[in-house]
């Protein structure tokens, strides 16, 4: 079984299991493990990224969250970018380490070109699966390169990602994250789902880090279970296994 690691390495801008940097005139909107470059095809004006970044407010601009994990008890009233993930354990998943990865993307910002780069330690068999409002999606190495993306966008792509891992007490962690997104010094609410599909007769749950709280529920069923949360700030999920 491949030993538990880290390394993941920090970011500006963090949204699911890439890096998309809009132009600094855009706020940004995706993100996990990669440096992402843009060019914009419909730039906000000075008056419009005033409005974005104040939210209507000076007090909020002035309380911005610096980076520490707060979770929301109620969505934001302000549409929210989403992040769609599921992750697919196999019994070969527990020999190997290697999990199936489902990801989308939706909302993402205008831009003339684009490129989400994955910056996972082992990744193989990337895809794309789905895009609207994309010109062009193409896959060029580890990164997925965009054309023309027009407002309201959605990306989907599959993989395999070496995401499970062995602990020193036999148990197993399906580790994930970080996720946040950033803009210029402050983070700001991301709302991101993710599916866990895990053979129920070779696993059991055992918990979960963070535990769930208001902002971050989790639910069981006969395929596995489904994490949500609302948060501000940067996002680590562990999730840990035992043997059957």
């Excluded at 891992?165 to 950033?182: A, E, I, K, T, W």
């Excluded at 010094?185 to 059991?204: K, N």
């Amino acid at each position: 079984m491949y030993p538990f690691t880290t390394g993941t390495s920090a970011l500006k801008a963090r949204f699911g299991a890439a890096l998309l940097a809009l132009p600094t005139r855009l706020p940004p909107l995706l993100a996990l493990l990669s440096v992402v470059t843009a060019h914009a095809a419909e730039p906000m004006t000075d008056e419009e990224l005033e409005r974005w970044f104040h939210d209507d407010s000076e007090q909020r601009a002035l309380a911005v969250n610096e980076g520490v994990l707060a979770f929301l008890p109620k969505p934001p009233a302000k549409r929210t970018p989403h992040s769609h993930n599921t992750l697919t354990i196999t019994p070969a998943s527990i020999d190997d380490g290697w999990v199936a990865l489902t990801q989308c993307y939706d909302g993402l910002d205008p831009v003339a070109e684009a490129q989400v780069v994955y910056r996972y330690k082992q990744m193989r068999g990337l895809q794309v699966t789905r895009t609207a409002n994309i010109g062009r999606a193409w896959v060029e190495n580890d990164s997925v390169q965009l054309v023309d993306v027009r407002r309201d966008a959605e990306l989907c792509i599959v993989a395999e990602v070496r995401v499970f891992y062995q602990n020193p007490d036999g148990s197993f962690s399906l580790v994930n994250g970080p996720y946040h997104r950033r803009f210029l010094d402050g983070y700001y609410p991301l709302h991101v789902t993710l599916a866990v599909r895990y053979p129920r007769d070779r696993l059991i749950y055992l918990d979960m880090q963070p535990p769930p709280q208001p902002g971050l529920a989790l639910q069981q069923d006969d395929h596995g279970l489904s994490v949500e949360a609302w948060f501000e700030g940067m996002l680590n999920t562990a999730i840990r296994f035992r043997a059957h």
